[in-house]
């Protein structure tokens, strides 16, 4: 049987896509595990939850780097020596430079609470709420040296209800985002994905040909 897939977990919050991650590879669903996991922030809860779990962890503090690539270059370092093979930001709160992306070309995967092209950047929920959105959602990509825009692996939508708030949306959006991330990492693990241009092509992968998401929802015909 092939190795697990070694994934290199960036992280500045607290952890909850680590957890889905987690959970997934001691359910069997995800073929990987964590070789280390890394954080900016010292205090996150991600570190914690990481280190409860034993799981190899290294805080690198940006402030005491002189630049963005400096740290970047720290990261490469630090992935490199833990046997990374697929590097995933997990609410990684930094833009990350071409330091790491040549070092891990088409390895370096992101989460956004989003359907990309659509509200990239910050507070993505705040912006489809703001934008009178019916349906917003998650997408997995593959990071390019643009915020928020490589190629798209996978999406996930979410209908946005008449009373939500960003908080409410943001509990409903996380949760497609603990199912979604590691369904496109299993994804990667077996084989499935090859990249091609601004395309990801899929092998064997399921989609319903009516499938839809309507909000709010037409008459059947």
């Known amino acids: 049987m092939p190795e697990p897939l070694a994934l290199g977990v960036l992280l500045s919050g607290s952890g909850t896509n680590l957890q889905a991650l987690i959970d997934a590879i001691a359910a069997g669903t995800l073929d990987a595990r964590i070789a280390v996991v890394i954080s900016n922030v010292p205090d996150a809860g991600g570190v914690a939850r990481a280190r409860r779990h034993g799981l ?75 934008h009178g959105a019916r349906i917003t959602g998650v997408t997995v990509h593959f990071v390019d040296e643009e915020t928020d825009h490589g190629p798209i692996l996978a999406q996930a939508a979410v209908p946005i209800l008449p009373d939500d708030t960003e908080e409410k949306l943001h509990v409903r959006v996380q949760r497609q985002e603990h199912r979604l991330y590691p369904f496109a990492i299993q994804l990667i693990a077996t084989g499935r994905v090859r990249v091609d241009g601004r395309r990801v092509l899929l092998r064997d992968a399921a989609c319903a040909i009516d499938a839809v998401l309507a909000n709010p929802t037409p008459p059947a015909t």
């Open 56 to 130: 190899p962890t290294v805080v690198l503090r940006h402030g005491e780097m002189p630049s963005r690539e400096a740290y970047d270059a720290r990261v490469v370092e630090t992935l490199r020596e833990h046997g990374v093979d697929l590097v995933v930001l997990a609410g990684f709160m930094r833009l990350v430079t071409t330091v790491l992306l040549r070092a891990f070309p088409a390895r370096v995967l992101n989460i956004h609470p989003a359907l990309l092209p659509a509200f990239p950047g910050l507070h993505a929920e705040r912006q489809a709420l703001v």
